[in-house]
């Protein structure tokens, strides 16, 4: 559409007034439950506000009223895409403080689960991401189907299909089950990454989908670091910010695999950025079950006597005693007074637990930091004079998970 | 529920660290409160510093802390306190930054002109705690319903009954009225 200036009087003319509406709370592409105060000129977002709290559990008040180990089960969760990384922060957080060393077994353990939640995750995002921008073309479908397999390999090792509970403190809860490594590996190789060329295939170089993405949503670094946006979101935008490599925790310094950063900064960028990170996730799964000391779990004492016999052990009695036979910490587990702050990188950030302890068994304070909280404050900068049909774009992009934010 | 202390008791008082060392050169008195397990500064400043060596510490090329990770709100016993932890991406290093003040009006200088992120954890430090944040541009809650009576993370605050359905806060007695009189089909 052309319009002659003719002195701003034309434009005058065709002047709307502005409009407030509200998107949500009940928008079904929200993510949860978002209410958004749009203050719109004709189809153009002049103003939004976030209004958040909806999905408001309480969480950082009943871990202040639950013993530490009550709560591990709770910790899930807070974002339900990514229960293993909320468990991991927070055990985390308690491991620093009462300084429990976790045997190298279990940290693979811990890995191989997170990075497989994190496949999950992104397999979610990216499937209801495409949907938001109206492809009713069965992405989903394709994702959803690879999300039910790793979905019961997760129930399989810890009984529960999303609410894991599975990282404990000083471990995990069980040892994975006889022959599952193998399954998880031959799964990988031959299906998973055909399935994300796949999804390439179906979505990256398609002519809509790239006019619906290219050029919009756009995220300054800066601005983006200032309102402390991390993960997929913030490397979308040229900033090569990953925990797993920047602090690498656990294991992650003995794997290998890549970053993938973008300087472009757009909603295509972060599509792009996840799905590069669906290989990297399947890369290290790989070399963490290769790596995994002890192999699978029938082998585990057997192994133990062939290593002592001949060359160094790779895990000592304690792995045997906290994975394979399963042993717990006491119910009322009471780490030292202190202070601890740790954080991993979850799929949608950085995930951080800050923890005052005050020597008894409950938590004196506990903040959670969840990435969503932060990515989601920036949404108003970003929809800021674009048109309305975007909003939906741009906010899916960020892969905002609601009860994450509101906690 | 004792006093929390930050570090373990120690005999000697912790000496000034890095960043404490280079407060005091610019002119900032501070107290070190030594470190914690990952060897992340900790120190304490008095209120009227905040934003004078906020604005410094994420500025100068040396300490560059351009990150604001997280405001924690924390009750103590005689005192309120608010946690600052800060992240710099181009050194690596943490620090933790806290301020305390009386428990009868609990006002704090606000930060959102120097890192923005600090808008929405100061609306929930209001929320959850509270505390008010002078210079903050919409001061409100974020969490909580905006009718929402008290500050439910403070050690004093007592949960309503029915926090869903009835109007805040209500007596036992009133709610079985309400229940009762309602016309039985």
């Not at chain 1, 990953?242 to 993938?260: A, G, H, I, M, T």
């Amino acid at each position: 559409m052309s319009i002659v200036k003719d002195s701003g009087q034309t434009e005058k003319a065709f002047k709307t007034d502005e409009m407030v509406i509200n998107m949500g709370p009940q928008h079904p592409s929200t993510h949860g439950v978002l209410r958004l105060i749009l203050k719109l000129e004709g189809e153009t977002v002049r103003d939004c506000e976030p209004v958040i709290g909806y999905l408001h559990r309480g969480m950082e008040w009943l871990g202040q009223n639950r013993t530490y180990v009550q709560y591990q089960a709770l910790v899930d969760r807070v974002d339900y895409l990514a229960g293993m990384s909320d468990s991991h922060a927070y055990i985390m957080a308690i491991e620093q403080l009462a300084k429990v060393k976790v045997p190298l077994r279990a940290e693979y353990i811990r890995v191989i689960c997170t990075e497989l939640n994190r496949i999950i995750s992104h397999l979610l995002s990216l499937g209801i991401f495409l949907l938001d921008l109206g492809a009713m073309m069965g992405f989903p479908f394709y994702t959803f189907r690879d999300r039910e397999t790793i979905l019961s390999f997760l129930e399989e090792v810890s009984g529960q299909r999303m609410m894991f509970n599975y990282i404990r403190i000083g471990g995990v809860f069980k040892d994975l089950p006889k022959g599952w490594t193998r399954k998880v590996k031959k799964w990988i190789n031959e299906e998973f990454f055909k399935y994300v060329d796949e999804y390439e295939a179906l979505a990256t170089n398609n002519p809509i989908f790239l006019v619906r993405t290219q050029g919009i949503g756009y995220m300054d670094p800066n601005l983006g670091i200032s309102y402390g946006v991390t993960g997929p979101n913030i490397r979308a935008s040229g900033i090569d910010f990953d925990l797993r490599k920047y602090q690498p925790y656990s294991v992650y310094d003995k794997l290998k695999f890549n970053v993938p950063v973008s300087k472009v900064g757009d909603v295509n960028a972060r599509y792009a950025c996840r799905i590069q990170e669906l290989r990297e996730s399947a890369r290290l799964i790989l070399q963490a079950i290769d790596q995994l000391p002890g192999g699978d779990t029938e082998d585990l004492e057997k192994n133990k006597v062939e290593l002592t016999s001949g060359e160094k052990p790779v895990f000592s009695a304690e792995d045997l005693m906290i994975v394979a036979k399963g042993k717990q910490v006491a119910a009322a587990f009471k780490p030292p007074a202190g202070e601890s702050y740790a954080a991993v990188e979850s799929p949608r950030g950085q995930l951080g637990v800050h923890l005052i302890a005050d020597g008894s068994s409950v938590p004196y304070r506990l903040k959670w930091r969840s990435p969503s909280f932060n990515n989601v404050s920036i949404l108003h900068e970003m929809v800021k004079n674009q048109p309305v049909a975007d909003t939906v774009a741009i906010f899916s992009s960020l892969d905002v998970i609601l009860p994450d934010v509101d906690r | 529920m004792s006093e929390v202390v930050a570090t373990p008791v120690e005999v000697t008082p912790p000496s000034p660290g890095e960043y404490g060392l280079f407060l005091k050169e610019n002119g900032i008195d501070s107290k070190p409160l030594g470190k914690d397990s990952q060897d992340v500064e900790m120190l304490e400043l008095e209120g009227k510093d905040l934003v004078k060596s906020c604005k410094l510490l994420k500025e100068n090329k040396k300490t560059n802390f351009d990150l604001l990770l997280l405001i924690t709100a924390v009750e103590l016993k005689s005192s309120f306190q608010c946690v600052y932890l800060l992240h710099s991406l181009s050194t690596k290093k943490s620090l933790r930054i806290k301020i305390s003040t009386g428990k009868e009006n609990p006002v704090f200088p606000s930060v959102t002109s120097i890192w923005s992120t600090a808008d929405w954890y100061e609306r929930e430090a209001y929320d959850m705690m509270g505390f008010k944040f002078e210079g903050h541009p919409d001061l409100k809650r974020i969490l909580n319903p905006d009718n929402w009576i008290g500050f439910p993370l403070r050690k004093d605050y007592i949960p309503p009954s029915d926090a869903l359905n009835g109007p805040h806060p209500v007596s036992e007695k009133e709610m079985s009225d309400r229940t009762l009189s309602k016309p039985s089909k």
